[in-house]
């Protein structure tokens, strides 16, 4: 197996220690850090990271979900 390749597969199993530091709050880091659990999030604040501030795109996903009240895609489908 190439090393780079090994390499990316060593820093994944390893991501619990390597938070990336999106906004200043750390409740919305968390959840966009929890790519495991919640892909959806992750991929929401990508779409809303275009011509607006990093801060205030990548605090979206954290906006809508606590307006819906939850964090579950299978939910976010349904309307809550």
């Given amino acids: ?10 820093r994944y199993e390893h991501r619990e220690a390597m938070s990336v530091y999106f906004v200043n709050d750390k409740k919305t880091n968390d959840l966009l850090n929890d790519i495991e659990n919640n892909p959806h999030v992750y991929v929401l604040a990508c779409l809303m990271d275009r011509q607006i501030k990093v801060q205030k795109a990548w ?3 954290q906006k809508v979900f606590d307006i819906l009240g939850t964090h579950e895609i299978d939910n976010q489908a349904d309307g809550g």
């Avoid at 197996?1 to 060593?10: A, C, N, Q, T």
């Fill in 1 to 10: 197996m190439d090393k780079i390749v090994l390499l990316g597969k060593e």
């Fill in 59 to 61: 605090a979206i996903p």
